[in-house]
């Protein structure tokens, strides 16, 4: 196995269309747990940790936030946290503060794995995907057309992935998971939503119950029809009925992590939760000022103001589940 090492992203470039087999790597978090495991044997391994552009991030000219693929967790954590909350959400999740400093949304992204936490809040927020060729030049590539199957993506064997496209947060955001334990687990299922309320639509992303993370479309035409975007009344058996669309989108499997079964209810009382306490959020200035002026994307822990037994109650899906 070669071990390639550009320096600069013009190279990296070069030596992917040189070697197609060359597997990118950067934290290493899932490669090299693949390599030790020989669960994979690439030809080439090919280092990115020296292109430093990737590590980037910026603001563009269009509003958007172009996010290198080398940020790590833990910097988009800090650094973008109050930008991107269902995506800073979603990185507090994942492994251990190591893995965290070590692991980037990019090699996420790379990876393509239908459990990865980045993959909803992105699906969400409508996120794009900047690739390159040295052959072709840059392509941009939607989120919802990025995954193709399991750990299957719409890279072509010459192109490296540069960065994420996406909006700042225009309201609430939220992620959650369920997961065997609190902590260091592998999702058993995930689910992300971002309202919009300049738009009045919503987006959504699930995760770790389906062959590819997926949006829930016919959830999102849902809510953009039926929530009361000018008084903030929330009717008690919507957000019932938008964990049931939710879950009608998954289409998850029985494995060691939990049985399709259990995975569907799972995304229907994640997705009421979300979008209680998301729509809470977005009224808790109250409807005089406005949806826009509320605060957005906290995270919301059991003990908060949502009420026992509310569709959104953190304990209730314990209590359901059992």
């Not at 197609?20 to 280092?47: I, K, S, Y």
């Not at 590539?141 to 719409?154: C, D, Q, T």
């Amino acid at each position: 196995m070669d071990f390639l090492r550009p320096a600069t992203w013009a190279e990296a470039l070069e030596a992917k269309a040189e070697r197609p087999g060359a597997v990118p790597v950067q934290g290493g978090t899932d490669v090299m747990v693949e390599l030790n495991f020989d669960v994979r044997r690439p030809d080439a391994l090919l280092d990115l940790n020296r292109v430093a552009a990737l590590g980037e991030w910026s603001a563009e000219e269009d509003g958007r936030l172009r996010v290198g693929a080398g940020v790590t967790y833990a910097r988009l954590i800090a650094e973008l946290g109050d930008r991107l909350p269902g995506l800073a959400q979603a990185a507090r999740t994942v492994g251990s503060p190591q893995i965290r400093n070590r692991g980037t949304v990019g090699g996420n992204l790379g990876a393509a794995s239908p459990a990865g936490d980045g993959h909803p809040p992105l699906l969400a927020a409508g996120a794009e995907i900047e690739v390159e060729s040295a052959a072709r030049g840059v392509r941009m590539i939607p989120a919802e057309e990025f995954y193709l199957g399991v750990k299957r993506s719409a890279l072509e064997p010459d192109e490296l992935i540069r960065a994420f496209w996406t909006r700042p947060a225009g309201g609430p955001q939220y992620f959650s998971k369920v997961g065997t334990r609190n902590a260091m687990v592998i999702a058993v299922c995930s689910f992300a939503l971002a309202l919009h309320p300049a738009e009045r639509r919503a987006g959504t992303g699930i995760g770790s119950a389906a062959p590819t993370p997926r949006r829930a479309v016919a959830a999102e035409e849902f809510l953009a029809a039926e929530l009361d975007w000018d008084t903030g009344r929330l009717d008690p058996g919507l957000p019932r009925r938008f964990g049931e669309l939710a879950a009608g989108a998954a289409s998850p499997i029985d494995d060691v992590r939990g049985t399709a079964a259990y995975r569907r209810h799972a995304v229907a009382v994640l997705a009421r939760r979300t979008l209680t306490w998301a729509w809470h959020d977005l009224w808790a200035a109250g409807p005089h000022e406005g949806p826009h002026d509320g605060p957005r994307g906290r995270v919301r822990r059991p003990g908060g103001p949502v009420a026992p037994g509310d569709p959104g109650d953190p304990e209730k899906p314990r209590r359901e589940a059992g």
